[in-house]
């Protein structure tokens, strides 16, 4: 392709609104241009992109004996209502009506419309498994889109469903799709884990995200040094502390004003103590109840956590009206002893000591405080983030925390859609049974990110070839007949040969192209100049190695070469 027929509309400058490196890259080199927020039109070059990934993930899903279908993207609330979602997914899910004043749904995800599908026309046992896939638009009305395709609400999703006769059948269907996911991202050649999440708003009884490691990504991932342990931060736990020895003369519970003294910092800097001295305790709302939590001062909660500890629909953190009513105290000073709430505990909290707690009142905290001779033991649970260097749940290694970005998610969902949609089939018995679902999405536009996120540097894009808009920039570094003429037949040969290129012909300066090259990021970039012509040799650099000289290739050498490095990178 000639770049002066393509619609590729680069900037210079990188673009106000973007937060992260795809984002910015992404407006830079005219693969995206914003047409609302969270809503972005994809450019030929963008595009491109999304096609080559789609295409590795149905030849993958396919492999994988999944069939592909198209859902409607407008959706009937009264499927949604059958399995209660219409009412608890949130002002996330975009409601619409018709000129009738029926109820639809713009769709964030088709569970609902997945298992409408199979419990019409399948009955039978016999029928099973099906694996049904669709690559198509979605819609989540998220409250602050953000990181272009990162956090966009309109955004393309592969989504397939499984539907098993029993749970064995369910496990084999799951860990298939696992082996697809693995096989994609490989194919893609991007760096990533699969780690155990949370189900969150799709539900089920187990959860494993994959995620594209990089410097930028948005969520931390814990991974064991010594073994193949790995989970999101929401999910990651640590092996139970062993306990330490508890003082045989413990300290006396002793009220100590602390004007002011609201936040760890604060109050350990009046103290004189360090933050695993003090004892967080936050008031949280579970469904309109009120309940404590406490939490060592050099810890984080994890609400996600809490949350499914409660079994709560919502959770909020107590407003300050409420703070003050259940513990007598402004935000910032309460404290266990004397609450007449829940109180849960996260397992590290049993085994501190001597530990300085909120008074419950304004201006007060206690030093010396300690379960049961204090306050009743609370229940314990895992309520904290983990934190580097954190002992591994499964065996002797260490934690490691790194950053990723989410890009596909797979769950097994049990019977939680089709009990409630009552999709059933009989089993070799002549029972009625309901079917064990699976659920599996990839984000397309968002790994199509993500993959920038982990390559790049400061000229712009470094593209692995599978993902790469084209696989060779061809640039004529000089307006000399001899060279045009010669470049122009080296991308006719390069084509024929199966060689996907993008000859930038414009009447433009060398030192333009050359810019431009490094900010599009094609894996190869061929360079014909007239002083390299006359020896008989092209030039040849690598995205992935800036730094690296070029490589002169022979004139009658220079289409296998690319060749054959083109088929060497496709990972198929």
């Known amino acids: 392709m000639r770049y002066s027929r393509m619609l590729i509309p680069t900037l210079k400058e990188n673009p106000s609104e ?77 409601r619409i009506k018709d000129r009738h004043g029926r ?41 602050r889109p953000r990181f272009g395709l990162m956090r966009g609400r309109e955004f393309v999703m592969k989504d397939a469903y499984s539907f098993d006769a029993d749970e064995p059948g369910a496990d084999k269907s799951y860990d298939a799709m696992r082996k697809a996911y693995h096989r994609i991202f490989e194919r893609c050649g991007l760096r990533f884990r699969a780690v ?31 073994c193949s342990y790995a989970a999101n931060l929401e999910k990651a736990s640590t092996r139970p502390p062993v306990g330490a020895e508890k003082p045989a003369s413990p300290a006396a519970l002793t009220r100590v004003d602390t004007p002011g003294a609201r ?15 003090l004892l967080k305790t936050l008031i949280f709302v579970a469904d309109g109840t009120p309940v404590a939590v406490l939490v060592r001062g050099d810890r984080e909660l994890n609400y996600v956590k809490l949350q499914n500890l409660l079994g709560a629909d919502e959770l909020l953190m107590a407003d300050p009206e409420t703070t003050q009513r259940v513990t007598g105290a402004p935000v910032g000073f309460a404290g266990p002893i004397g609450l007449s709430i829940r109180v849960i505990a996260d397992l590290e909290v049993e085994h501190m000591a001597d530990f300085v707690v909120g008074a419950n009142e304004a201006d007060a905290h206690f030093t010396g405080c300690n379960i049961g001779r204090d306050f009743p033991a609370p229940a314990f649970a895992d309520l904290r983030n983990v934190v580097d260097g954190d002992a591994c749940p499964v065996c002797e290694g260490r934690l490691q925390l790194d950053r990723g970005i989410e890009v596909g998610h797979i769950f097994k969902l049990g019977t939680k859609y089709s009990e409630s949609m009552h999709c059933v089939v009989l089993n070799d018995k002549g029972e009625e049974v309901p079917v064990v679902m699976g659920c599996y999405g990839i984000g397309i536009g968002r790994t199509v990110a993500a993959s920038i996120e982990q390559n790049h540097d400061d000229a712009g894009i470094i593209w692995p070839m599978p993902l790469a808009p084209y696989h060779v920039a061809l640039i004529a570094a000089s307006p000399k007949d001899d ?26 300066r060398a030192g333009v192209k050359f810019k431009d090259a490094d900010l599009i990021g094609l894996p190869l970039r061929l360079t014909v100049g007239a002083k390299g012509l006359a020896e008989g040799f092209v030039e040849l650099k690598r995205r992935a190695e800036p730094g690296a000289p070029f490589e002169p290739v022979p004139v009658a050498d220079v289409v296998e070469r690319v060749r054959s490095l083109v088929a060497g990178a496709m990972n198929v």
Not at 41 to 47: A, I, R, T
Not at 119 to 141: A, C, E, G, M, W
Not at 200 to 223: D, K, N, R
Request: negative net charge; hydrophobic residues 45%.
């Open 18 to 94: 973007a937060e992260v490196v795809s984002h910015t890259l992404m407006m830079r080199a005219g693969l995206i241009r914003k047409l609302a927020a969270g809503i972005y039109d994809v450019l030929p070059l963008g595009l491109r992109s999304f096609r080559k990934f789609e295409a590795i993930v149905r030849e993958e899903m396919n492999r994988a004996g999944a069939q592909e279908v198209v859902l409607p993207v407008i959706q009937p609330a009264e499927l949604w209502q059958e399995t209660g979602r219409w009412q608890k997914y949130g002002p996330e899910l975009l």
């Open 103 to 143: 109820e639809f749904c713009f769709s964030p995800t088709a569970e609902e419309v997945i298992t409408n599908v199979v419990r019409r026309d399948v009955r039978s046992y016999r029928q099973l498994p099906i694996n049904l896939y669709q690559i198509h638009t979605k819609f989540r009305d998220e409250i």
């Open 196 to 226: 155990a999440a949370d189900s969150g708003q799709i539900g089920g009884a187990f959860s494993s995200e994959f995620m594209v490691l990089a410097a930028t990504g948005e969520s931390a991932v814990a991974s064991c040094d010594a």
């Open 263 to 277: 936040t760890i910092e604060e109050v350990t800097a009046f103290l004189g103590k360090t933050a695993d001295q």
């Open 483 to 508: 060279v045009l003429a010669f470049a122009e037949k080296l991308h006719d040969d390069l084509e024929a040969a199966g060689v996907e290129v993008l000859y930038d012909d414009r009447d433009e």
